[in-house]
C-alpha cells in the first residue's frame, strides 16, 4: 500500500483512523497492554481493554490518554505506531496525518502529539484542534464569515468554541469529560446502598439513568456489584433520580462553560449562533438531558450531531481538502526528514 493520507482521532477514550474517501480503517479503544520485561505490545484496543486490572504485574494494560492530552508518551506512541500499523497494513510507508488536539493545549502538549505521530510512522504532521474537527465532521460548512458555536464532550474532557471563518474565535476548554461522572456513580453506589461496583458498571447505569435535566424516579436500570457489609453479590434497581446528584455538578459545568464562551463571543456572532443554535458533539452529548439543559439555560437551541462520537474523526479526514483554508486552530507542525 501506498502513502496515505490519514485523519486521526486521538482521544481519552478511544482511537479512529479516517481515510478520506474511504471510511473508518479502525476505532478501537485507547488502551494498549505491554509486557515490560521486554517491551512487547501484548494487546491493542479491545483485547487490552479485556485485560485492564486483571494483569500479573510485569504485564501494563493502560489508557495512556488523560484527559484529552497524552499522559504516557511511550506508552500512547507504541499505541498509535500499533494502530497505524493495522489501519494502513505496512510501517515502512510514511503518510501524511492530520490529527486532532484539544482547543487549549501546552506547547508541550502539542508537540508530545507530533512526536508520537512522527514516531508512529506519519511523514508530514497537520494538527486540528478538536471543535474545527468536530464542525467539519458535522458537515458545518465553517469557510464562511457565519458563527457556529460547537460543544465537545469527550470522555476526558469538555470543549466548547465559536467558530468563523475556518477559525476558533472562542474557545474554553476543561480536563473533565464523561468518563469523570463514572467514578462519581461508583462513590454514590458504595455511599447510599453500600454497594460496591466497578468501572463498567458505571458507565452502563449512565448511558441507561444518567439524566442531567429532568430526571425521573420510574426510569430505572439493575446494578449488580457486592454489598460491602455482607461481601455477597447484590442487585439493585436505581433510577434516574437515584443517582442525579452524582452528575448534576458536571451539567452545571457544562452550562458554565457554554455561558462563558458565549459571555466572550462578539455581539455579531452570538446573533449567528441564536440563529444556528449551538452543535453538540462527543461520545458524552449523549447524555440525557444534555443538550436539553444547555438549551433551557442560554435559550439556544441545542442539538447533537449524528454519530457524535464520530465527528471529530470524520473531521480530522476532511481536513485535507481544507489544508490551504484554514486559519486558526490548524497547523503544519512538523515533516518526516
Ligand atoms: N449514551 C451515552 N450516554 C452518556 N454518555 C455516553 C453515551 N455514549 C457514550 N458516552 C460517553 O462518551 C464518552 C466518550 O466520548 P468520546 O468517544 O467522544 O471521547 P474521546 O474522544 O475518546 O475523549 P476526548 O475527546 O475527551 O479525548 C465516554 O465517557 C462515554 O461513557
Ligand atoms: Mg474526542
Redesign the pocket.
Known sequence: MGALDIGI?L????VIIYQPGKGELLHEP?VISVDTRNGQVIAVGEEALRMLGRTPGYIRAEFP?EG?VISDPMLTETLLKECMRRACESFLVKHRVIICVPSMVTEVERRAVIEAVIHAGGRKVYLIE?PIAAALGAGVDITRPNGWMLV??????LDAAVISLSGVVVSRSARF???KL?GEIIKLIAAKYKLLIGKKMA?QI??EV?NVFDPSPARTTQVKGRNLLTVYPQEITVSESDIYEAIQPFGEMLVDMVKRVLDQTPPELVSDIYENGILMT???S???GAAELIEHETHVRTHVAEN??EC?SVGTGRAFDYIDILQTGFSAESTYK
Do not use: I, N, S
Open positions: 482521532d482521544g481519552t477514550t478511544k485507547a490518554m484529552g478538536e465537545d464532550v469527550g470522555g476526558g474532557m469529560g464523561g468518563d463514572d458507565q449512565k448511558h444518567g462527543g461520545g458524552g449523549l447524555l440525557k457524535p462520537a471529530v
